[in-house]
């Protein structure tokens, strides 16, 4: 069994900051990329920012300079720090993880989401 769980998020101010984090647990051989994905009502769910296992980052556009994404290998958790946040930034915030529970079959993880809420 493999879990990925989310925690931080909540309610703050434009130009504010959150921090989220993720932890997965659990049978686990290696942890791949990791990423975090966002879901706004009524849109789609997009990617913000990803990590490979080697520290390799990527962001959306649209968070880029904003928020940093991080990664602590030995505790099999990614961080998300965001900063200077706008309510266009509000969502439901999703870790997602490719994690292999045996070497060579990785199949992608994802948290239950935690909610992100900007205030202007």
């Known amino acids: 069994q493999v879990r990925v769980v989310e925690s931080g998020g909540g309610l703050v101010q434009a130009g504010g900051s959150l921090s989220l984090s993720c932890a997965a647990s659990?049978?686990?051989?290696?942890?791949?990329?990791m990423g975090w994905y966002r879901q706004a009502p009524e849109k789609q769910r997009e990617l913000v920012a990803s990590i490979t296992r080697g520290g390799v980052t990527n962001y959306s556009d649209s968070v880029k300079g904003r928020f940093t994404i991080s990664r602590d290998n030995a505790k099999n958790t990614v961080y998300l720090q965001m900063n200077s946040l706008k309510p266009e930034d509000t969502a439901v915030y999703f870790c997602n993880a490719e994690i292999e529970r045996y070497p060579a079959y990785p199949h992608d993880y994802w948290g239950q989401g935690t909610q992100v809420t900007v205030s202007s």
């Open positions: 659990g049978t686990i051989f290696r942890i791949n990329a």
